[in-house]
């Protein structure tokens, strides 16, 4: 990343991009879209000729901060996002503008209204004009619209402003993410909930609720299976936006609208999952022999209970009882889970209890690097443990080929099928209503001891 420091001038200017020149060294890098303006960095694009008619100026020109990151991630996120808006201005006319609502606000309120007042006239008793009008708060900008359209002059803005008057704003796709976010929940699902929804809204620009079709719903699922996204990728991201175009049809009024994203999933849903393979026998004695580390104890402590990742690596001291020799996995703070049958309490074998042992007692948790009691790093912890695995046990094994490793080992050991779900968090935990909690966790300890038998021999 080149730093913000470095002197930089303009290379050539061209009739669509701004090329500027880093010096760095003896090399020299050419950043599209750059502009030196008196010393200052700008992104500058020039509005491409078809589209000047869409926005308040032919040059889109955007202040660079260094605390935004270096200038050239910004003029490349820049330049895409205008790339984005471009294409979907040109596939759907209807598409809107990121600020148009807040220029058709401001124009209104230059004459002292607002969106939605042009259908309701001044009682009578408090307006000082009534022999002429029942509108007079509208003749001022009437006056200036109607002058515009005479003239040849009217915008898009001035035509949205005079239509705004009297239909206020219509719901947007922007307003249905604001609504969904809306709920408390932090972490992974908020970052891809976001997500999902800003690369919605790329898709053909933040359009109106109503006007975003079936059809164009069927288009976007297909668009993210042709850039390669798996099925249940599509379908998680598909549930999401499904979910929140009903809330926003809820919460806003907005009735006998059929939701766009209903009975919609992708073509051989699941076909296209690859399957992650189960460690062997001697690959689970290599991680237990293996030298000394943290790694190793996250590890352990993974394959004995067969926990995803970001459950373990945000474990507290808490979770862990002596007395019962096992964990409990649960919410807390910004930490959520999977599912709601992700809660579950799962006792330990010996080298799960070894790992446990000499993970640090001084914090409130087993690993302060990838959680603070309050959120966790699942991310991190997976791409350390992988690479960590790469070296013990070669290339393909992944952290998440332990939870697939125990299920293996349990079904192996004919363990019954709502036992082995119940170990892993796949179903609701029934065994402690039928056996009580002592029971329940002997009936799941001795199920462990026969997967892990072979370790014995």
């Given at each position: 990343?080149?730093?913000?420091?470095?002197?930089?001038?303009?290379?050539?200017?061209?009739?669509?991009?701004?090329?500027?020149?880093?010096?760095?060294?003896?090399?020299?890098?050419?950043?599209?879209?750059?502009?030196?303006?008196?010393?200052?960095?700008?992104?500058?694009?020039?509005?491409?000729?078809?589209?000047?008619?869409?926005?308040?100026?032919?040059?889109?020109?955007?202040?660079?901060?260094?605390?935004?990151?270096?200038?050239?991630?910004?003029?490349?996120?820049?330049?895409?996002?205008?790339?984005?808006?471009?294409?979907?201005?040109?596939?759907?006319?209807?598409?809107?503008?990121?600020?148009?609502?807040?220029?058709?606000?401001?124009?209104?309120?230059?004459?002292?209204?607002?969106?939605?007042?042009?259908?309701?006239?001044?009682?009578?008793?408090?307006?000082?004009?009534?022999?002429?009008?029942?509108?007079?708060?509208?003749?001022?900008?009437?006056?200036?619209?109607?002058?515009?359209?005479?003239?040849?002059?009217?915008?898009?803005?001035?035509?949205?402003?005079?239509?705004?008057?009297?239909?206020?704003?219509?719901?947007?796709?922007?307003?249905?993410?604001?609504?969904?976010?809306?709920?408390?929940?932090?972490?992974?699902?908020?970052?891809?909930?976001?997500?999902?929804?800003?690369?919605?809204?790329?898709?053909?620009?933040?359009?109106?609720?109503?006007?975003?079709?079936?059809?164009?719903?069927?288009?976007?699922?297909?668009?993210?299976?042709?850039?390669?996204?798996?099925?249940?990728?599509?379908?998680?991201?598909?549930?999401?936006?499904?979910?929140?175009?009903?809330?926003?049809?809820?919460?806003?009024?907005?009735?006998?609208?059929?939701?766009?994203?209903?009975?919609?999933?992708?073509?051989?849903?699941?076909?296209?999952?690859?399957?992650?393979?189960?460690?062997?026998?001697?690959?689970?004695?290599?991680?237990?022999?293996?030298?000394?580390?943290?790694?190793?104890?996250?590890?352990?402590?993974?394959?004995?209970?067969?926990?995803?990742?970001?459950?373990?690596?945000?474990?507290?001291?808490?979770?862990?009882?002596?007395?019962?020799?096992?964990?409990?996995?649960?919410?807390?703070?910004?930490?959520?889970?999977?599912?709601?049958?992700?809660?579950?309490?799962?006792?330990?074998?010996?080298?799960?209890?070894?790992?446990?042992?000499?993970c640090p007692s001084d914090d409130a948790v087993f690993f302060p690097r990838y959680s603070d009691g309050k959120s966790v790093k699942g991310d991190n912890a997976s791409a350390n443990i992988?690479?960590?695995?790469?070296?013990?046990?070669?290339?393909?094994?992944?952290?998440?080929?332990?939870?697939?490793?125990?299920?293996?080992?349990?079904?192996?050991?004919?363990?019954?099928?709502?036992?082995?779900?119940?170990i892993t968090g796949h179903s609701n935990q029934k065994s402690s209503a039928n056996y009580g909690e002592a029971s329940?966790?002997?009936?799941?300890?001795?199920?462990?001891?026969?997967?892990?038998?072979?370790?014995?021999?």
């Amino acid at each position: 990343m080149l730093s913000q420091s470095f002197v930089f001038d303009i290379l050539s200017t061209q009739r669509v991009i701004y090329l500027a020149k880093f010096k760095f060294y003896n090399n020299q890098f050419l950043i599209p879209y750059l502009k030196n303006d008196r010393g200052l960095p700008y992104y500058r694009r020039i509005v491409p000729a078809d589209l000047r008619h869409r926005f308040p100026s032919s040059v889109i020109l955007t202040r660079l901060f260094e605390k935004n990151g270096s200038l050239a991630t910004q003029c490349y996120k820049l330049g895409q996002q205008h790339s984005e808006l471009f294409d979907a201005f040109r596939t759907n006319p209807n598409a809107k503008l990121p600020g148009d609502k807040r220029a058709v606000e401001a124009l209104l309120h230059k004459y002292g209204l607002r969106a939605g007042v042009g259908s309701a006239p001044i009682p009578r008793h408090q307006n000082p004009y009534h022999k002429y009008s029942e509108t007079p708060h509208l003749d001022d900008f009437l006056h200036y619209y109607n002058e515009r359209v005479e003239e040849g002059l009217a915008t898009n803005l001035d035509a949205d402003a005079f239509k705004a008057l009297s239909d206020g704003f219509p719901a947007l796709l922007s307003d249905a993410k604001r609504i969904y976010l809306q709920d408390p929940r932090e972490g992974k699902w908020r970052v891809s909930s976001e997500s999902y929804w800003d690369r919605l809204i790329s898709f053909k620009g933040d359009m109106p609720l109503v006007s975003f079709t079936h059809l164009l719903a069927r288009e976007y699922k297909d668009t993210r299976s042709a850039q390669g996204a798996k099925t249940q990728t599509v379908m998680k991201e598909l549930n999401i936006l499904k979910s929140g175009f009903s809330k926003a049809f809820l919460e806003l009024g907005i009735l006998e609208t059929n939701n766009p994203f209903k009975n919609l999933r992708p073509d051989r849903l699941g076909k296209d999952a690859t399957k992650k393979p189960s460690l062997t026998h001697d690959q689970v004695r290599a991680i237990i022999s293996a030298p000394e580390c943290e790694n190793k104890n996250f590890a352990l402590i993974q394959m004995a209970t067969g926990a995803r990742c970001s459950e373990i690596a945000g474990l507290r001291l808490m979770d862990f009882s002596s007395q019962l020799k096992a964990i409990t996995i649960i919410e807390y703070e910004n930490r959520t889970l999977k599912t709601e049958n992700s809660r579950r309490t799962t006792p330990l074998l010996d080298f799960g209890l070894l790992a446990v042992g000499k993970c640090p007692s001084d914090d409130a948790v087993f690993f302060p690097r990838y959680s603070d009691g309050k959120s966790v790093k699942g991310d991190n912890a997976s791409a350390n443990i992988n690479k960590w695995l790469n070296k013990i046990v070669g290339k393909g094994i992944t952290s998440h080929c332990f939870r697939h490793t125990l299920t293996t080992l349990l079904r192996e050991a004919d363990v019954p099928e709502d036992l082995r779900e119940e170990i892993t968090g796949h179903s609701n935990q029934k065994s402690s209503a039928n056996y009580g909690e002592a029971s329940s966790l002997e009936r799941k300890s001795k199920a462990l001891e026969k997967a892990f038998s072979f370790l014995k021999e």
